[in-house]
């Protein structure tokens, strides 16, 4: 269920999100489709057990009739009935299964030529159905359970005092006074609830063996040990069952998935609306813009000379080696090769001379180191009249300006 709700936001928030995000100079197209969730196949009510939960402690007493070989020599044979006692602990995995391990002390008092005695302990695993839970649903309160079982265990037998014994050890000249057999067991359970902790129950069992089971082999090739016990379970923790049902909350899914598919098609119409006031909407007129023409910009590079001087220094013959490389990289521009002065040393008429030197020197480096074609070059003085720079030092230079 939880799947099921995260999906239904999911899609009632990604429906939202794409109404905030259309654009409006964009056509939108929605695929509507409808959310549903389907039938659950299976809307059984499902149970889980902790591992924790429905642990029990059992303490009974009662009776046991041996069904074993029954006969006198003399008078007549009957039966005997002992005193039997019980201790149990288990688990209810489910509200219809459970098991337990059930232990059984006793005496057994048969005839058997004579008078026979011997005592037993039985350990049996017995796996429990509970036929109320099963057949009339899951109730942890119920009055009065009746619970079928069966099991499988093991039974020690010892102190057998019998004149009928014929069972003999592996010397083959005594008489076995003990046995191991291993039994198949069947019985009922009553239940009665005293509290949510404390039951009372009531159980017969029937063990069946071999014919050994009391050192005698004769007659029947089974015997039977019939008990009958009455004590207490004690619940530990109580009886607990944790419910769940796929089902149980399908109509709050129904209903989000109806306010899901009324979004979408609002959604939809939405976008409808949109297309078609957008089909309306005139196209704007585009005006054609002449763009001026730029006078060519000077070329990055330029060369610096020192105050008074057109003396090409070390430091920028890179400047004149970098514009010579570009050159050579781009045959098909030209190069006009501008110098200047600044305004602050010297006449005007000295600052021309020094600024044509200047640009000469540059010429002279570019042709003759660096073997660039005279035709691609040209040179022009500016003196100190014009200043390519708001800093006065820095107009002593020579700039690069590119041409066709």
């Given at each position: 269920?939880?799947?099921?709700?995260?999906?239904?936001?999911?899609?009632?928030?990604?429906?939202?999100?794409?109404?905030?995000?259309?654009?409006?100079?964009?056509?939108?197209?929605?695929?509507?489709?409808s959310v549903t969730v389907g039938e659950v196949a299976n809307c059984k009510t499902n149970y889980s057990v902790g591992r924790t939960d429905n642990w029990f402690i059992q303490l009974g007493a009662g009776i046991a009739v041996p069904l074993v070989e029954n006969r006198l020599d003399e008078g007549k044979a009957k039966r005997h009935i002992t005193a039997t006692y019980n201790l149990g602990f288990g688990k209810w995995f489910s509200p219809y299964i459970g098991f337990r391990f059930s232990g059984y002390y006793g005496a057994m008092h048969w005839d058997n030529d004579s008078y026979s005695k011997a005592r037993y302990g039985n350990l049996n695993f017995d796996l429990m159905w509970d036929m109320c839970n099963s057949l009339g649903g899951v109730d942890a309160a119920r009055p009065v359970s009746v619970i079928p079982f069966v099991g499988l265990g093991g039974t020690y037998v010892w102190d057998i005092k019998s004149d009928g014994t014929n069972v003999m050890n592996d010397d083959g000249t005594t008489v076995r006074r003990r046995s191991w057999t291993l039994p198949v067991s069947a019985g009922i359970q009553f239940r009665f609830r005293l509290c949510q902790y404390v039951d009372f129950f009531l159980e017969g069992r029937a063990s069946f063996y071999g014919d050994n089971f009391n050192g005698a082999v004769y007659g029947h090739p089974v015997d039977i040990n019939i008990q009958a016990t009455g004590g207490l379970s004690f619940n530990l923790g109580g009886v607990k069952y944790q419910a769940y049902n796929a089902c149980k909350d399908m109509a709050y899914i129904n209903s989000l998935n109806g306010q899901v598919n009324a979004l979408r098609g609002e959604l939809a119409a939405t976008a409808t609306a949109l297309a078609a006031a957008q089909a309306q909407l005139p196209c704007p007129e585009v005006v054609e813009v002449d763009c001026p023409e730029v006078d060519a910009a000077p070329m990055m590079s330029t060369v610096r000379f020192s105050i008074n001087s057109s003396k090409i220094s070390d430091e920028e013959m890179v400047n004149v080696y970098n514009t010579a490389e570009y050159l050579k990289a781009n045959p098909g521009v030209n190069v006009l090769i501008k110098g200047y002065a600044d305004k602050d040393t010297g006449t005007s008429e000295y600052n021309m001379g020094l600024s044509k030197k200047r640009a000469q020197a540059v010429y002279d480096t570019l042709t003759k180191t660096y073997g660039i074609d005279k035709s691609r070059l040209a040179i022009e003085a500016e003196g100190s009249s014009e200043q390519v720079y708001d800093v006065n030092n820095w107009n002593r230079i020579v700039i690069f300006v590119p041409g066709n």
């Open positions: 269920m939880k799947k099921n709700l995260c999906f239904v936001m999911f899609a009632a928030c990604a429906g939202m999100f794409a109404v905030q995000s259309a654009n409006a100079q964009d056509a939108i197209v929605v695929e509507e489709e």
